[in-house]
């Protein structure tokens, strides 16, 4: 009796066809165990294909001028004009000045459930930003517990961070991306636990330095690669630190044409140093990049530790048993959401829903349970479409709604099926897939994204009044003085890139004491276009099966070629020299 049981549960994997780029991929025996225990089908989109379906709906960095509806108040708000949603001021839409129930609506069994959802998204108010107990800071998003903050998104307990994505317990920093416990940096990427260090990429507690690849407890070095313990090192060779200080004494990063030179020696300099296959510290039986004390997990990236038994996400922490999550943690059983989490449980295609108990399709829900299709509600229990229920009349329709989706599903204008256990449909999503964190991670064309059924938003023409060409910048920091603050800077790329460039930008005071008190020369580029440059540096979150590159002797394998082989984010068309764990760890210092 017990082996029927078993057998009963057991699954074979399964390759499927995907409904959108049409593609085979494979779906696991784990994944359909997993799907069983949520009482969820099996997904119809591959897991590429379902990532930028949830990060179709992630506007991070793309903010406008709009109008609180409530009060007439000018704000900022991720939602463009154009989109003609209703919204309001953060504080009010926490306030009890409104009740997100009175826009409730009865289950309508002759239409799909996705278009009664569309309608109701074009009817309650939403918040104009993603911040959640924040302070000082208006021009930020999806940003929590962050204070005086400047264009700083997806911050988690930051103070003072500008021009800044994905920082956690970070502090008087510039320009980073998805660092960690850091104070004191500028122009970091995917690091941890730094302190006056930086253009620096994949290496964790260090002090005073500069231009670090992979490192690990370094002070006062400049431009290595792959060192551990190491003090008063330049290109990888040790110096006393006298010399070190004569040596270091001549890269002047306060002149813009030196900093460039030497970023141009650093990259020959690191081209010829092996590379890790990936960043994993800490963890066992996980694939993916940039993780941190997690376990039992595929395809996980951006990880900041405890992560177990989950697959197909991005920038979490704290999280357990979850499938399919971009943002978020401190949570359990999620599937298929974006921005989730905290002390939550079994909380379903959700959008910027936090602390909920078995939900299924929201939006912008909070510290509730039992809901099935609503957005905006707060401490509510046992809700459809914004309405009301008993707990018994929820647990006798909730039901009746899934099967209702799988017999009158929603199909979109390319024929794709959604049926219960689909996330939302694309064209459901207020944004522009060139509006998106999609578009970051999932580079496509206009034609591309369009083929694909997402919205494009075309360029807007701006009429800056341009008060200092770049080329007319002062070469070295020494020689501005204050009356930059606050001026039009043309942006070297002029809007001739595909990095969102805004075509120009102005230096803050705060900023511009930052570049002078550490010497560094004023930026060419725009925020947007920084924050491209900064993506390119980091791998995509992708992984291609490949064998080590080492043919060196002397290492466990021998006289002959290694032949490990690993999950890896480096494409095997990359130029980088890409290492299994053992023989990288017999090449660094």
């Given at each position: 009796m017990l082996w029927r049981r078993l057998k009963k549960t057991m699954h074979q994997e399964e390759t499927k066809n995907c409904q959108n780029c049409k593609k085979n991929f494979v779906i696991e025996s784990e994944d359909f165990n997993f799907y069983e225990k949520i009482k969820v089908p099996a997904p119809t989109w591959c897991p590429e294909c379902r990532a930028m379906r949830r990060l179709i709906w992630r506007n991070e960095r793309s903010l406008y001028h709009n109008t609180c509806a409530f009060s007439g108040k000018n704000l900022i708000s991720m939602f463009s004009p154009e989109t003609k949603l209703v919204m309001y001021d953060h504080d009010i839409w926490w306030s009890d000045k409104w009740d997100p129930l009175t826009y409730g609506q009865d289950y309508d069994f002759s239409r799909p459930f996705f278009e009664q959802y569309k309608e109701l998204l074009q009817r309650v108010p939403l918040m104009n930003l993603g911040n959640i107990n924040c302070l000082q800071g208006e021009y930020g998003n999806h940003n929590t517990d962050c204070k005086k903050f400047y264009l700083a998104y997806a911050c988690y307990g930051s103070e003072n961070i500008s021009y800044s994505q994905g920082t956690v317990g970070v502090k008087d920093s510039i320009?980073?991306?998805?660092?960690?416990?850091?104070?004191?940096?500028?122009?970091?990427?995917t690091c941890t636990g730094l302190y006056q260090t930086h253009f620096s990429y994949d290496s964790d507690d260090s002090i005073d330095s500069a231009f670090l690849t992979c490192c690990i407890n370094l002070q006062?070095?400049?431009?290595?690669i792959n060192l551990r313990h190491k003090s008063y090192c330049i290109f990888n060779k040790q110096y006393s630190k006298a010399d070190y200080e004569n040596e270091r004494a001549k890269y002047d990063f306060g002149s813009y044409q030196a900093l460039e030179n030497f970023k141009e020696k650093y990259n020959d300099f690191i081209k010829t140093e092996p590379r890790r296959f990936a960043s994993i510290l800490k963890s066992t039986n996980v694939t993916g990049d940039n993780i941190i004390n997690s376990k039992n997990s595929k395809n996980i990236f951006d990880v900041y530790g405890d992560v177990e038994d989950s697959k197909y996400v991005a920038?979490?922490?704290?999280?357990?048993?979850?499938?399919?999550?971009?943002?978020?943690?401190?949570?359990?059983?999620?599937?298929?959401?974006?921005?989730?989490?905290?002390?939550?449980?079994?909380?379903?295609?959700?959008?910027?829903?936090?602390?909920?108990?078995?939900?299924?399709?929201?939006?912008?829900?909070?510290?509730?349970?039992?809901?099935?299709?609503?957005?905006?509600?707060?401490?509510?229990?046992?809700?459809?479409?914004?309405?009301?229920?008993?707990?018994?009349?929820?647990?006798?329709?909730?039901?009746?709604?899934?099967?209702?989706?799988?017999?009158?599903?929603?199909v979109d204008s390319l024929g794709r099926i959604y049926r219960y256990g689909e996330f939302f449909p694309t064209d459901l999503s207020p944004f522009a897939y060139n509006e998106t964190i999609a578009g970051e991670y999932y580079t496509l064309n206009k034609k591309e994204a369009k083929g694909y059924g997402f919205k494009w938003k075309e360029k807007e023409e701006r009429d800056y009044k341009i008060?200092?060409?770049?080329?007319?910048?002062?070469?070295?920091?020494?020689?501005?003085?204050?009356?930059?603050?606050?001026?039009?800077?043309?942006?070297?790329?002029?809007?001739?890139?595909?990095?969102?460039?805004?075509?120009?930008?102005?230096?803050?005071?705060?900023?511009?004491?930052?570049?002078?008190?550490?010497?560094?020369?004023?930026?060419?580029?725009?925020?947007?276009?920084?924050?491209?440059?900064r993506l390119k540096k980091r791998n995509p979150i992708k992984l291609w099966h490949r064998s080590c590159m080492c043919e060196k002797q002397g290492h466990f394998h021998g006289q002959e070629k290694c032949e490990v082989q690993f999950e890896t984010s480096y494409a095997p068309d990359r130029p980088e020299i890409i290492y299994c764990e053992k023989c990288y760890q017999q090449e660094v210092y």
């Open positions: 320009d980073l991306y998805t660092v960690m416990k850091s104070e004191k940096c500028y122009e970091n990427v006062n070095c400049l431009g290595c920038h979490v922490m704290d999280l357990k048993d979850s499938y399919d999550l971009y943002g978020g943690g401190i949570a359990s059983l999620l599937y298929e959401g974006v921005d989730e989490g905290v002390d939550a449980f079994k909380q379903f295609f959700g959008l910027l829903t936090h602390s909920c108990l078995e939900t299924n399709y929201t939006y912008m829900c909070y510290g509730s349970e039992y809901l099935f299709g609503c957005i905006g509600l707060r401490n509510q229990n046992h809700c459809i479409l914004n309405k009301k229920y008993s707990k018994e009349e929820y647990e006798k329709l909730m039901p009746k709604m899934i099967e209702h989706m799988n017999t009158v599903p929603y008060e200092i060409k770049t080329e007319n910048l002062p070469d070295h920091i020494k020689e501005v003085d204050e009356s930059i603050i606050g001026k039009i800077i043309g942006c070297l790329h002029k809007g001739e890139c595909e990095e969102q460039c805004t075509e120009a930008f102005k230096i803050l005071d705060s900023e511009f004491q930052f570049y002078k008190k550490n010497n560094f020369a004023l930026p060419r580029l725009c925020p947007n276009c920084r924050h491209f440059q």
